[in-house]
């Protein structure tokens, strides 16, 4: 079994739509990290957390949202989907100052 | 923020030959990986290596942390070494952070 899941990795979906992508570690690490991939942009970081209760805006915030209610966890929502938010989506998770470990990646179509 | 700059963008190689791929950053860092992308999208760890040098088979990364780079060596390259190859950094040292920027990655294609 993967050691970090995303889910879902496929998703089509409509504008105005509320979307959660799941993402799930079994590492026990503080440290966990959402990144979108675009053509021409790299990964680009969306939101992070270190531990439980903590969120912080990465550099590309703007209509995504993440809570993190226990160490394992760390879902991504987008309130009200766009179609600029069409994008690969990479959960990743390490111990502070080391490794880390990236998902399979979430592939997100909003049409 | 800090600034990441790969080069080349793009690689195409035979097999069996060697490559040096190059991650220059315009500041301090407390944290440097390398990551392979494969052609499915799946993100490899291949190093973390804030200084210095470390081996893995036909890999191998240097940085000189002094002077604000780190190479990627590949040796005796095959097609499955095909995909695109990122730097990632964490800028420091100190300051608390933890998240990683990305340069844009080499493109690296092997060819029979």
């Known amino acids: 079994d993967a050691e970090i899941t995303q889910s879902p990795r496929h998703k089509i979906t409509e504008t105005g739509r509320q979307v959660t992508l799941a993402c799930h570690q079994i590492?026990?690490?503080?440290?966990m990290f959402w990144y979108r991939q675009d053509l021409g942009h790299g990964l680009r970081l969306i939101h992070y957390s270190y531990g439980v209760q903590d969120t912080n805006k990465g550099e590309v915030s703007d209509g995504y949202s993440v809570s993190r209610s226990n160490t394992e966890d760390l879902p991504l929502t987008l309130e009200s989907a766009a179609s600029s938010q069409t994008s690969v989506y990479f959960c990743?998770?390490?111990?502070?100052?080391?490794?880390?470990?990236f998902g399979e990646g979430s592939w997100l179509t909003v049409v | 923020g800090i600034q990441v700059e790969q080069s080349p963008p793009d690689l195409i190689l035979q097999e069996g030959a060697n490559s040096t791929l190059r991650c220059n950053f315009s500041?301090?860092?407390?944290?440097l990986q390398w990551f392979h992308q494969n052609p499915w999208g799946q993100l490899i760890n291949l190093f973390y290596i804030p200084s210095g040098t470390k081996q893995n088979g036909r890999l191998s990364a240097t940085t000189v942390a002094t002077e604000r780079y780190s190479l990627l060596y590949i040796s005796s390259s095959q097609t499955t070494d095909s995909g695109v190859y990122f730097c990632a950094v964490v800028r420091g040292p100190g300051a608390g952070s933890y998240q990683l920027t990305f340069g844009k990655g080499t493109k690296l294609s092997v060819i029979p």
């Open positions: 500041d301090s860092v407390n944290n």
């Open positions: 990743a998770s390490g111990s502070s100052g080391n490794t880390i470990y």
């Open positions: 590492w026990n690490h503080n440290n």
